[in-house]
């Protein structure tokens, strides 16, 4: 079946500009979650959504960055006011929860952030 | 702070060579332990995964993973590596038995030369 899609694969954007990133997860997966990976600082947890409940927004680097989930399924990453810093890969997975944290994360091909 | 720590960035080996990837992570009473492959310009793939039972764990394309308590570590080997193995590989943690997020290392990036 389809796995996790992410869009744009690229992205190329000005400094100051506000930038989205999509997440189609697997189908029939409550959990997503959100990660960043830069050079040199390997893949950093932003945020986690599962089923109705509050999302976890511990890893978020600042108030720039939000994420929502419409109808359990979709999520938009949303980066405010982008800063060079935070050009990276920022990957999108997804999982079915199992219990007991047993779960495994699925991964999409990432989006690609450039800010100039 | 709970950590997972790849103690090689970068692995240069020949084919046919055998590999090991270090992987230690900062102890806790319930773990889970994860090994992802990541080739150029894809995302993470899983390669495979401690959750209980035997600490001796097989993957795919012929990897094995051994969870070690006393040493808190996950290493991961193939006894003889091909030139599409050359990847990044990443270590992964759940601690305590809890849904969310993975802790990840930095990752260590294999090289696999004729």
């Known amino acids: 079946g389809a796995g996790v899609s992410q869009s744009p694969s690229n992205k190329v954007t000005e400094k100051g500009k506000d930038v989205e990133l999509r997440c189609d997860p697997i189908?029939?997966?409550?959990?997503l979650y959100w990660y960043r990976q830069s050079l040199g600082q390997g893949l950093e947890f932003l945020i986690y959504f599962q089923g109705n409940s509050a999302p976890d927004k511990s890893g978020l680097p600042s108030d720039r960055f939000s994420a929502e989930r419409t109808g359990g399924s979709v999520s938009t990453l949303t980066i405010q006011r982008t800063q060079q810093e935070d050009s990276a890969v920022y990957l999108c997975?997804?999982?079915?929860?199992?219990?007991?944290?047993?779960?495994?994360?699925?991964f999409g091909p990432g989006t690609r952030l450039l800010v100039l | 702070a709970q950590s997972v720590t790849q103690l090689d960035s970068q692995v240069p080996v020949f084919e046919e060579a055998p590999v090991e990837l270090r992987c230690n992570y900062s102890s806790s009473v319930s773990v889970y332990l994860f090994w992802y492959v990541q080739y150029p310009n894809q995302g993470l793939q899983l390669l495979l995964k401690?959750?209980?039972?035997?600490?001796l764990v097989k993957g795919i394309n012929g990897f094995e993973a051994e969870f070690n308590k006393s040493q808190t570590s996950f290493h991961l080997r193939k006894p003889s590596v091909h030139i599409s193995d050359t990847a990044e590989y990443f270590c992964a943690v759940k601690y305590g038995g809890s849904q969310g997020n993975l802790i990840f290392g930095k990752g260590t990036k294999l090289s696999v030369k004729p």
């Open positions: 189908s029939g997966h409550t959990a």
């Open positions: 401690y959750l209980s039972g035997s600490t």
């Open positions: 997975a997804s999982s079915f929860i199992v219990g007991g944290g047993q779960e495994t994360q699925y």
